[in-house]
């Protein structure tokens, strides 16, 4: 596990020293990537390459306890793969960022989509794009689903993780209420202590105000432990 994140960072780094290009999956096309102001940095500081919230093995409870099933070998990176081009399909122009990390999904969604400024309350305009999330989430349910909120610098410590906290909790409770089940999902505030843009300018300061959503399959290992 370890040589495995060891070489994942490593293949993260490469790919911000190359100026931050990406090649779109879909179309084979590179390009200049939110990823890598949205999510990249974020990974390189290690907490996304990091187990679920709260422990696997206090949320493989709950996710055997929810009747849901385990994944196996090459199935696991089939099932991602599906789950990833469905998540592409169902988010495309909503600048909802799809990040792959092996066979782990996180998507970025920034608050200036998702939130009003100081709100923690989902944008009507936002909720379609949200239906779709949860929607694929529903029908690919093998999956621990961790929300992190994010916040810029502005403010005090204790108010922005506040309201990181909100933030998360409010997207992991509309999931929930629509076909999440409950027992996969977890949240974590973050307040401004990951920031992955620097805070000294408005477009840095709105790329590290987000919350994203990482999605990890559950193995039959899991569920057999």
Do not use: W
Not at 80 to 101: F, H
Not at 139 to 146: A, R
């Amino acid at each position: 596990m370890k040589t495995h994140r060891i070489l994942l960072t490593a293949a993260l780094a490469t790919t911000m020293a190359t100026a931050g290009c990406t090649t779109d999956p879909e179309t084979g096309q590179r390009r200049i990537s939110k990823a890598a102001i949205g999510g990249i940095g974020g990974a390189l500081g290690g907490y996304l390459l990091g187990d679920v919230v709260g422990g696997r093995r206090d949320r493989t409870e709950k996710i055997i306890g929810a009747g849901i099933g385990g994944l196996a070998g090459a199935g696991i990176g089939a099932y991602m793969d599906k789950q990833e081009r469905a998540l592409r399909e169902r988010t495309a122009g909503s600048d909802v960022q799809v990040i792959r990390r092996g066979d782990d999904l996180v998507l970025n969604l920034p608050s200036g989509i998702t939130f009003a400024y100081d709100s923690a309350t989902v944008q009507p305009q936002f909720q379609k794009t949200l239906d779709q999330v949860a929607q694929t989430l529903g029908e690919y349910n093998q999956t621990y689903v961790d929300v992190y909120g994010h916040t810029d610098s502005i403010g005090s410590d204790a108010y922005n993780q506040a309201l990181s906290e909100r933030r998360a909790t409010s997207v992991a409770d509309y999931l929930a209420s629509h076909g999440v089940q409950a027992a996969r999902i977890a949240t974590r505030g973050y307040g401004k202590t990951q920031p992955i843009a620097s805070n000294d300018t408005e477009e840095g300061r709105a790329a590290n105000r987000r919350v994203e959503i990482k999605i990890v399959p559950v193995t039959q290992n899991d569920v057999r432990g």
